[in-house]
């Protein structure tokens, strides 16, 4: 099958999903993951005419290399990735979502050198530690309105939603039950009078193996590789 077909087939699964959680699919954002995709092999201008324009990389130098090549090109790109401190000041200029805020020193950096370069405020989520994988990056759910509060002082940073990652070993019950932590976590902290620059109506989570469960769970975005490009 080709990009474009794998795309139709991908929203159409999308659709459902959402249908199941009394939702369309329009509310469900999908960012085609390119790290399958070299740059000029055609392969990310197939997604640019499947209608893909938010493409996520989850290594820096990557997301750089290709949003130089395709600066013409109308891409919104968001690092789904970690993010290390002393990348901050290359990717804010070119990032349009951080889906991987995972401490508070993180946030100050970005904040910090987001004023120096007198940049727009940075749109993030903040990364939560959902699953028992040892090693996974994110702040504990049940620290999360501490760590959010926290953030209000960062006046250059939007924290746009939560973002988590469900277990590699997870079966699919266990795979609901921790994406429905990150929602009830997202909803308990939303009763809550937020910081200004904290909307925090997004839930980022789902990938390939296990999309339709995080919209079936409330999924507002979907990072999506393998699926597209005919990888598994």
């Not at 200004?196 to 979907?222: H, K, Q, Y």
Request: charged fraction near 25%.
């Amino acid at each position: 099958m080709s990009i474009l077909q794998n795309v139709q087939a991908l929203r159409q699964r999308i659709e459902h999903a959402a249908t199941k959680s009394g939702r369309t699919g329009s509310s469900v954002q999908l960012v085609a993951v390119s790290k399958y995709a070299n740059t000029g092999d055609g392969t990310i201008e197939a997604l640019l005419a499947a209608g893909c324009d938010k493409l996520g990389e989850a290594r820096p130098q990557l997301l750089l290399e290709k949003a130089e090549y395709y600066a013409g090109q109308a891409i919104r790109w968001h690092l789904i990735g970690p993010l290390q401190r002393n990348k901050v000041r290359k990717i804010l200029p070119v990032v349009s979502l951080i889906h991987s805020l995972d401490s508070l020193r993180l946030a100050e950096a970005i904040d910090r050198i987001a004023e120096e370069e007198q940049l727009p405020s940075v749109r993030c989520l903040l990364e939560v530690a959902i699953s028992q994988d040892v090693g996974k990056q994110g702040i504990k759910p049940n620290e999360v309105l501490e760590v959010l509060d926290a953030l209000g002082e960062c006046k250059n940073i939007i924290v746009e939603g939560l973002m988590g990652m469900a277990g590699l070993d997870s079966d699919d019950s266990q795979i609901r039950r921790e994406f429905e932590m990150l929602r009830e976590t997202a909803e308990s902290v939303r009763m809550r009078k937020l910081p200004s620059n904290v909307p925090l109506l997004e839930l980022s989570m789902g990938m390939s193996d296990d999309f339709e469960i995080a919209i079936e769970e409330g999924a507002t975005i979907v990072r999506i590789g393998s699926l597209l490009f005919g990888e598994g």
